[in-house]
């Protein structure tokens, strides 16, 4: 069973960046095509980002030129760069495939405020 371990949030000032790391264990491989996810309170997960094993990569309107989403296959991690953070940004993230058909990891969750 493919397994998702989520790392690398915190709290940030508006306007600085994290990057969160992502853990895919339980596959020889990564799965094909991944995403990240988030989920901000009472509000439903959408997906932010998305890559395929290629390298091909999609972006939601609100995160376009801020974050970037990679992938190493080699070491089974992906990874989302996010730069110029706003506090709408705040929520807990989560990688999955995409679409989603793997129980969900822990999450990590990014808090952006002053």
């Known amino acids: 069973q493919v397994q998702f371990a989520e790392s690398g949030g915190g709290l940030v000032q508006p306007g600085g960046a994290l990057r969160l790391s992502c853990a895919v264990s339980?596959?020889?491989?990564?799965?094909?095509?991944m995403g990240w996810y988030r989920q901000a309170p009472g509000k439903q997960r959408e997906l932010v980002a998305g890559i395929t094993r290629g390298g091909d990569t999609n972006y939601a309107d609100s995160v376009k030129g801020r974050f970037t989403i990679s992938r190493d296959n080699a070491k089974k991690m992906v990874n989302l760069q996010m730069n110029s953070l706003k506090p709408e940004d705040t929520a807990v993230y989560y990688c999955?495939?995409?679409?989603?058909?793997?129980?969900w990891g822990q999450g990590t969750q990014v808090t952006v405020s002053t």
């Open positions: 999955n495939t995409n679409p989603i058909n793997y129980a």
């Open positions: 339980g596959s020889i491989f990564i799965p094909y095509r």
